[in-house]
């Protein structure tokens, strides 16, 4: 079954530092997501992504953070300079189409950002 | 502001048993509601995704009712196992402008006792 995957599985960075963080959506997806689930709180929307665009932001997706998809195949989320309310947990997340109707979206198992 | 509540917070119930999570929401205009199951550590896993039209729909032991008129939702679970132990989130979408916002729940967090 096809599903979306995240690398890496944890990453430890320190405060200042930029990380990356890459997801490999579901092939044939055309739209892209990025959550995140700050620990014990609800997941949060961040960023939504479609042809090699941003379609919606929310208020946490200042310009500390950028999406891209360098090619074919990966779906970034880059930090430039965390900080220690940026741990937590990030999803990625593709659909075929966007979330209106009964379009649904796959998320992958995360990867947990700790800034020390 | 658009904002779901979902309770109880955390519910814990035997194997066999059914129990029943709720979710009310203010977002608007209303798109669609989605529940998903989320174990420890991992991502969320769509159980349901219901339109305006639609008032209820089943995923096996996974039912869920949707009330437009109240904004409430409900997912059953019947005849309950250890592996739904997790936490249970309602998300609701709004469109505006052919945008597309998805507001998340806090979740409930069940735990299901042999």
């Known amino acids: 079954e096809p599903e979306v995957t995240q690398t890496p599985s944890h990453q430890v960075t320190q405060m200042g530092q930029e990380v990356i963080l890459r997801c490999v959506p579901i092939s044939n997806h055309l739209y892209f997501y990025w959550y995140r689930q700050i620990l014990g709180q609800k997941v949060e929307f961040l960023v939504s992504f479609y042809n090699n665009e941003i379609s919606e932001k929310s208020e946490i997706f200042d310009d500390q953070f950028s999406v891209e998809r360098p090619d074919g195949s990966n779906f970034t989320l880059k930090i430039r300079s965390t900080k220690l309310e940026d741990s937590a947990m990030y999803f990625c997340?593709?659909?075929?189409?966007?979330?209106?109707?009964?379009?649904?979206?796959?998320f992958g198992q995360g990867t947990r950002l700790t800034v020390v | 502001k658009n904002q779901v509540e979902q309770s109880p917070q955390s519910l814990i119930i035997l194997e066999g048993k059914n129990c029943t999570l709720q979710?009310?929401?203010?977002?608007?205009?209303?798109?669609?509601l989605r529940w998903y199951k989320q174990d420890t550590g991992r991502g969320p896993v769509s159980l349901t995704i219901?339109?305006?039209?639609?008032n209820t729909k089943s995923n096996g032991r996974y039912t869920a009712t949707l009330d437009a008129d109240t904004k409430q939702s409900s997912l059953h679970i019947t005849a309950s196992q250890l592996s739904d132990s997790a936490s249970y989130i309602c998300v609701v979408s709004g469109v505006s402008g052919g945008s597309y916002i998805p507001t998340f729940g806090r979740g409930t967090s069940l735990i299901v006792h042999p």
């Open positions: 219901m339109t305006f039209s639609e």
């Open positions: 997340a593709s659909s075929e189409t966007q979330q209106l109707g009964t379009t649904e979206a796959f």
């Open positions: 979710c009310n929401y203010t977002v608007s205009p209303f798109s669609n």
